[in-house]
């Protein structure tokens, strides 16, 4: 039996572990001073219960994550039939004085051992944004035994 939308044991389905191990950005969802929603590409580090992204220190969205904690990610393939993971969480943004690990781990992920650590290592030293997001909802789909809500009523 299928786990039900909004249960965090869908982090643990072998989809998502596919999804969270991809090189595919995720999708960060959060609302701007105003209140009117946003939406970035932006690497991520999956430790197995936080998800991390990290930005210049003088990143406008910093600040209205600050604001507005509450924030949605995606992370979907490329290809049909589309596999998307979704998850709503609370972001905690922390200013640390030097790269931090997860954005180095992220970076190897996405551009290959040595290119990432070769990327990474131009930012040591450098102050840099992070943001914790703890998830609280999480929904999987596939399109193939997953449909979103209307398409499987």
């Given at each position: 039996?299928?786990?039900?939308?909004?249960?965090l044991s869908l982090l643990d389905d072998p989809l998502a572990v596919e999804l969270l191990a991809?090189?595919?950005?995720?999708?960060?969802?959060?609302?701007?001073?105003?209140?009117?929603?946003?939406?970035?590409?932006?690497?991520?580090?999956?430790?197995?219960?936080?998800?991390?992204?990290?930005?210049?220190?003088?990143?406008?969205?910093?600040?209205?994550?600050?604001?507005?904690?509450?924030?949605?990610?995606?992370?979907?393939?490329?290809?049909?039939?589309?596999?998307?993971l979704s998850v709503r969480g609370t972001a905690t943004v922390t200013m640390v004085d030097d790269?931090?690990?997860?954005?180095?781990?992220?970076?190897?992920?996405?551009?290959?051992?040595?290119?990432?650590?070769?990327?990474?290592?131009?930012?040591?030293?450098?102050?840099?944004?992070?943001?914790?997001?703890?998830?609280?909802?999480?929904?999987?789909?596939?399109?193939?035994?997953?449909?979103?809500?209307?398409?499987?009523?």
């Amino acid at each position: 039996m299928a786990l039900p939308s909004g249960d965090l044991s869908l982090l643990d389905d072998p989809l998502a572990v596919e999804l969270l191990a991809s090189r595919v950005p995720a999708r960060l969802a959060y609302l701007w001073y105003d209140g009117t929603p946003r939406v970035v590409p932006i690497w991520f580090h999956w430790d197995g219960s936080t998800f991390v992204v990290c930005s210049p220190p003088k990143a406008p969205k910093l600040k209205a994550l600050e604001e507005h904690p509450e924030v949605s990610l995606t992370i979907d393939s490329n290809e049909w039939p589309y596999k998307v993971l979704s998850v709503r969480g609370t972001a905690t943004v922390t200013m640390v004085d030097d790269l931090a690990p997860e954005y180095a781990a992220a970076a190897e992920r996405y551009l290959g051992p040595d290119e990432g650590r070769t990327w990474a290592a131009q930012l040591r030293g450098k102050s840099m944004g992070r943001v914790s997001i703890a998830p609280q909802w999480a929904n999987l789909l596939d399109f193939q035994t997953r449909f979103p809500s209307a398409l499987s009523a």
